[in-house]
Structure formats: C-alpha cells, structure tokens
C-alpha cells in the first residue's frame, strides 16, 4: 500500500530530497555498526542482512544523484519495512527495531500529497500494528541473551532519537526559511527592494504608540520625483523603474542606518527618521535633494536631463496619527511642487528650503 502511493510524491521540495539522501549516509553507517554488533551477538542472519541494507542504501544514495528519486525513497521504505519486520521476529519486539517505521510518519507528509499520505500513514500503522500483534502470540525465532536485547534496544532507541532530532532540525529550518520569505514578500517591494508601503505604516504607527520614550522627535519625509511621467513617456518604462532603482539606492546611501526607507506609491518614496526633529530632517531633505539632483542620470537615460526631487517634510505632533502626520508632509510636498520642484518644504508654510531657479546648477 505504502508503495502505490509514490506516484503522489511530490516533485517539489528538493530540500526534503537533500536530507533524504543525506539519510542514506547516515543510516548505511548505522547498517555497518548493526553488521558487526550482530556478529559478536552470533546472530549471523541479522549481521548478513545488513550488508544487503548497505547496498540498498548507497543504491539510493546515488540514484538520488540521478534525480531518480521514486527509485531511491522506494529503496528507502523496502529496507526499513523489511529489516525492521526481520529485527523485531528474529529477536523480538523488545530489540525496538519496529522504532525506525515510526520515523516514515513525518516524512510522509512531507513527501506527498494529503490524501496518498493518509492512505501511506494508515497502511504503515497496520504495518506496525500487525508486528507488535505478532510479537505479543510468538516468541521470537532467534533470541539473543536479555543483554544484548537491552544494548540493541537502547542503540535503536539512541539512533532513533538521533534521526528525529535531525529531521524535526530539518522541519524546523525550512519553517523559518518559509516564513522568512514571506515576510520579505509582504514587507518589501519588488523593484526596489525597500520597505513597502503596509510595512512602513506600521513601522510609524509602532513608533507613534511609542513616542513618549526613546521616539520622540520622530520625522518623515515624503519625496517625489519631478515629472517622472516624462521620462516613461520618452524613454520607457524599464528605464523609468531603473531611476526608481536608483532613486531607492541614492536613499539607502544617504540616510542613517537608523532612518527607514519605503516606496510610498509609484514614483514616491517616505523615509522615517526616528530621533529627528524638523529642522535636522530638513537637513536630510536637503542632503537627499542635493544627491539626486547631483546623480549623472546622462549614464541612465542617455541623454543630458538632469532628476530633481521635491520634498515635504513633517515633525511629530502629539496627538498625531500616521495619516495626519504623512498628510502634512504630503501638503507641504505639494506646496513644493507648485512652487517649482526641486525643492524642501517644510510642514510649516513660512520654512522654504531650496528654491530651484532657472540658474541653479544640479549640486545646487
Ligand atoms: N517605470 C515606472 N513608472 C511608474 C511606476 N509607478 C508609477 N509610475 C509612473 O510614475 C508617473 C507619475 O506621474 P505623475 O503622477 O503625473 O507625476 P510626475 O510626472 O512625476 O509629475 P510631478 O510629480 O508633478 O513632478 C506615471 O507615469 C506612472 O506611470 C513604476 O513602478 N515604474
């Protein structure tokens, strides 16, 4: 039964098949210690079976070398089913042989689908079942002494400890791995790899339901590229993404490790400067405004335009909320633009920073 279900294995999870395989090794050796333990035990037949258990393993071992993993995991159940059927009838229950079936559990409902792994998992329980039944109405055909019986018992149960906490280590990595990459796809965005939106809104309302301690002073500054339309409409979109590439790197590069970056929207961005108050995030608005306008974007869109950024710039207020505090950013980034782009502005009307006038050089 356990073997019809292969043909529902999964092809995906190429990590289960690394330690899969990795198993192989491990249990080959486990077969050589077994063949020597069985020989001093004078217990020939279970000494000579396991070398055909070594065979079997390595010939897993290098099929799944050939990606001929049905050939391999088939291998892998055959010598587990047998040798743990041929232990626990020669020498008893008691030799805890029938404990390597029980490690097929988890691994089968990694390997294939749900129903085939329910259909696997009842068929290895009758399995199991159907051992224990025996052992309990028929003594065991070639008995060792009742010490050797508790040596072997205590090795398989070590052993199989051993591999369980191995596997529940391999479960363990792959569901943090998961998990890792989900957070990065919800949190990040694609093309520029910062911060998205959702992400950087919560960061602000954490940060604002802690702001009477460490966050007071908390600023924003909300940018956007000045007619960014123009450069989609005539030199593409791949060479618009590629500025917002840039744009995103200029910021990273000029902002405080501490200071958090994000894609706002299309071609904006919000940078969030913890411990910063208006006039300091000004200064970095500045420093940003001077860098972009500065960057040789001849090197990008072959031909001598100069990017220029406006931006608006906000300061916690008590009582504020995320969208109160973003929104008088957002207006004083408007008021930037209306007043001729490339351009600070700061939340508070009067606090022009840097007018661009028809004269101004880009470093300006
Ligand atoms: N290449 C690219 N373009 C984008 C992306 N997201 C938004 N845009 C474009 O950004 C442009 C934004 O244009 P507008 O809102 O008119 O603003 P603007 O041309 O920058 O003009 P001002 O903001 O007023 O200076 C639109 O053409 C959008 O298609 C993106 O991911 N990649």
Known sequence: MELSAFSALSPKRPQFWQVAKRCCIIAASIDVAFFFIFLILNSPILAWVNLLSIAMYLTAYWAFGQRKNMLAISLIWLEVLYHSALGT????????FHYFLLMFVPAIFV???????????????????????????????????????????IFNLT?????????????????????????????????????????????????????HAEQRNVSVLLLDLDHFKSVND??????????????????????????KVS???????????PRTNLNHA????????????????????NENIQLTTSI?????????????????ADDALYRGKEAGRNWVELESEASCRKPKTASSSPSD
């Open 263 to 273: 894609r706002w929207g299309g071609e904006e961005f919000l940078v969030f400067l």
């Open 159 to 211: 052993v199989v400890f051993i591999m369980f906490g191995y596997l529940a280590l391999y479960y363990l990595n792959k569901v943090n791995l998961t998990h890792d990459q989900l957070r990065f796809y919800a949190t990040t965005d694609p093309l520029t790899k910062l911060r998205n939106r959702r992400h950087m809104s919560e960061l602000l309302k954490r940060a604002l339901q802690n702001k």
């Open 234 to 259: 005539t030199h593409g979109h791949e060479v618009g993404d590629k500025v917002l590439r840039i744009t995103a790197d200029i910021l990273r590069d000029t902002v405080r490790d501490h200071d």
């Open 111 to 153: 390997s294939m689908s749900l129903k085939p792994a329910v259909l696997t998992l009842l068929g290895l329980w009758v399995y199991y079942l159907s051992l224990d039944l025996f052992s309990w109405y028929y003594p065991a055909m070639q008995p060792i002494n009742a010490t050797a019986v508790v040596g072997v018992h």
């Open 282 to 301: 000004a200064q970095v608005a500045e420093r940003i405004r001077k860098a972009i306008a500065k960057y040789p974007w001849h090197t990008v869109i």
């Open 312 to 328: 608006g710039v906000s300061e916690l207020k008590p009582d504020d909320s995320v969208n109160t505090l973003v929104k008088r």
């Open 89 to 96: 009838l020669m020498i008893g229950w008691d030799s805890g």
